[in-house]
């Protein structure tokens, strides 16, 4: 077994998905704990290396008064619609394009680890949503920080390159969603027995969506800018092998749950370019995943999402 039972419960540290960024996210945090800030503050400083922007100039702008941020009454301003720009044919807020959201979710997330661990909270166990491998990955030592957001920048800006896409919510087993895809969609991830994502072109899951509504089918459209783990991805794949082998990969010191088998990570695959190439593609098991963690006896769960 990959986990080693411990006389108290252990802790697990689950990092999620894109999708839950917004602009201040953990503000108070960065304002008033040290440890917190100094990782926020190294990343942002590496990251203006890839991005050519400090990067909390977009997730801490300075457009509140000091007394609001601090607690004030005064309502607060409307960044998205303030920093929104043209991007194609349509407008969209810069912290919500993939090459920012990406590495800004990164950073978060691996401050919020080490901060807990700071306070004497250390995982014996993780799992990660899509990016929150890496962020799992980092913490388990297979990755510097530094090479991890080399990794994650320079994959983020790839896919921001590849044309738009879509995610659909489908409330069907993943057996019986898959022989009703066409060759244009792919199943993105298995959050649940009956709890699937579809990712694909616009178009492709425009069609689909209808055709789930009209023979009663839950389904609900995810808000992302591009069809992760599909194929839409493979057009990035080689570059982000070939970004995965410029950084030394080491076994994990953690156990951790791996997106691509919805099992414990192997160090043979943490430490292979290709299986990090193949993680954009391939669907995320996280139900498979969870269903291994809860074989710890009395584990405890800690999102490490943006608070």
């Known amino acids: 077994t990959a986990y080693r039972e411990e006389s108290e419960r252990a802790i697990v540290f689950m ?30 400083g590496v990251l203006s290396q890839h991005l050519g922007f400090d990067l909390r100039s977009v997730l801490y702008p300075e457009t509140r008064e000091p007394s609001a941020r601090a ?29 920012v959201s990406q590495p800004l979710l990164f950073v978060i997330e691996y401050a919020l680890a080490q901060l807990w661990m700071e306070w004497g909270i250390k995982p014996q166990a993780m799992i990660g949503y899509s990016l929150g491998e890496y962020v799992a990955a980092c913490v388990a030592g297979v990755m510097s920080l530094d090479d991890a957001l080399k990794l994650v920048a320079g994959r983020a800006r790839l896919i ?31 959050n649940g027995p009956e709890q699937c994502v579809v990712s694909g072109p616009v178009a492709g899951i425009e069609a689909f969506e209808t055709r789930m509504g009209a023979e009663g089918v839950s389904c609900r459209r995810l808000d992302a800018s591009h069809a992760f783990h599909s194929r839409m991805m493979e057009p990035a794949v080689e570059e982000v092998e070939r970004l ?31 299986y990090w190439a193949r993680h954009m593609c391939e669907p995320v098991r996280f139900s498979s995943g969870l269903e291994e963690l809860l074989k710890i006896p009395g584990a405890i769960l800690f999102e490490m999402g943006p608070p």
Request: aromatic share 4%; charged share 20%; glycine share 10%.
């Open 71 to 99: 607690g004030g009454n005064q309502a607060p301003v409307d960044l998205r619609r303030m920093l929104k720009r043209n991007n194609g044919d349509e407008q969209s807020a810069v912290i919500d394009r993939t090459e």
């Open 244 to 274: 995965a082998r410029t950084v030394q990969l080491n076994p994990p010191r953690i156990p951790y749950i791996s997106n691509v088998t919805g099992a414990w990570i192997k160090p043979e695959e943490a430490t292979d370019p290709g």
């Open 15 to 44: 990092f999620p998905g894109i999708g839950a960024h917004y602009v201040d996210m953990a503000r108070g945090l960065y304002d008033s704990e040290p440890a917190f800030r100094q990782v926020v503050d190294h990343c942002s």
């Open 160 to 190: 921001q390159d590849l044309p738009r896409g879509s995610l659909l919510a489908v409330a069907l087993p993943v057996e019986q969603l898959g022989p009703l895809l066409g060759g244009d969609l792919s199943i993105m991830a298995v």
